[in-house]
């Protein structure tokens, strides 16, 4: 169950629409290392985890990540908002335009929209934690391409506080793996599943 607060984890109020802007960072919204991937993988995953502790980890992770996809969705919706003709022009925003007006959809910078298949659930402990590892990596890369195409202060400052999460979710789920490792069998350099595992 989950407790709804209805404000933003951090503050978006862009000043300026800039929907060629948008149009790169939707990408953190329905992209293959997006925050709907990731609050849907770690919510999932959740089901198979055999120890609480990282079962409750899975779940907190992945509901902050919802607060991230929504403020993703504020950016994108800000920078989209009240643009003129011209606007909805620009080449990087305009087969985006045709598609979705100024809606926020779940897609990638590069066209593609969001679909399950860039996110993994095997409900094997260890083959799920590295995944994670691995998923705040390529967001936290993200971000940081995000960043080197930016220069709207308003953006960049919610941009780095979501690549600052993404860190720290790489290093709860280091630690995650590391207690994994210490409840299963140490002695098989594969590790067992105590799910499937007997």
Not at 3 to 9: D, F, G, N, T
Not at 158 to 185: N, P, S, W
Request: net charge negative.
């Amino acid at each position: 169950m989950f407790s709804y607060e209805k404000k933003l984890q951090y503050p978006v109020k862009i000043k300026t629409p800039n929907p060629k802007l948008a149009s790169f960072i939707i990408s953190q919204y329905g992209g293959p290392d997006g925050e709907l991937g990731a609050s849907l993988r770690y919510l999932s995953q959740r089901y198979a985890m055999p120890y609480a502790e990282l079962k409750g980890l899975l779940t907190d992770i992945g509901t902050e990540e919802l607060g991230h996809l929504e403020m993703i969705g504020a950016i994108v919706h800000q920078l989209t908002r009240n643009i003129s003709d011209t606007d909805a022009r620009i080449a990087e925003f305009a087969p985006y335009f045709v598609d979705h007006t100024t809606g926020v959809y779940p897609t990638a910078a590069s066209g593609f929209p969001w679909s399950a298949a860039s996110m993994a659930v095997k409900g094997d402990v260890i083959a799920d934690l590295t995944e994670d590892m691995a998923a705040e990596q390529k967001a936290r890369v993200t971000y940081d391409n995000i960043l080197r195409l930016c220069d709207d202060p308003d953006v960049t400052d919610v941009i780095r506080f979501l690549r600052e999460r993404e860190v720290v979710h790489f290093q709860r789920f280091g630690e995650a793996v590391r207690l994994a490792k210490e409840k299963m069998d140490q002695k098989n350099i594969y590790f067992t599943n105590p799910v499937t595992d007997k």
